[in-house]
């Protein structure tokens, strides 16, 4: 099992920007493939992002698209989510997940196939 520590969280004002870290402890995270996920207050849990292992794979939901990059320091233990432009409806709670079964390149969008997860950020964005 992996530890997942979430920070980088806040408010900012809507066309802003902010950079959230995933930290990872108790195992090396070139096993996993992470996501990052988030909930709105009332809402479900929404897929935002992926990284394969390799690094070399990556997924977004639309909404994000072209605004928001993931990216993997395995040096480090850490992911990151760099969301630019950012938009009221960004505001949820972050979640960072790993995946620990996935072929190398592939990435999965599902976030019932996640064992592991950080306990959240908040990201709020104001108008």
């Known amino acids: 099992q992996v530890q997942l520590v979430e920070s980088g969280g806040g408010f900012v004002q809507a066309g802003g920007s902010l950079r959230l870290s995933c930290a990872a402890s108790?195992?090396?995270?070139?096993?996993?493939?992470m996501g990052w996920f988030r909930q709105a207050p009332g809402k479900e849990l929404d897929f935002v992002a992926a990284?394969?292992?390799?690094?070399?794979?990556?997924l977004y939901t639309d909404y994000v698209k072209v605004r928001f990059f993931i990216s993997r320091d395995d040096a480090k233990n850490t992911v990151y989510l760099q969301m630019d432009s950012q938009k009221t409806g960004d505001t949820a709670e972050y979640y960072c997940?790993?995946?620990?079964?996935?072929?190398?390149?592939?990435?999965?969008?599902?976030?019932?196939?996640?064992?592991?997860w950080g306990q959240g950020s908040q990201v709020t964005v104001s108008s």
């Open positions: 990284i394969s292992r390799s690094g070399g794979n990556t």
């Open positions: 108790g195992r090396t995270l070139t096993n996993y493939a």
């Open positions: 997940a790993a995946h620990g079964t996935l072929p190398s390149n592939e990435v999965s969008l599902f976030g019932g196939s996640y064992r592991d």
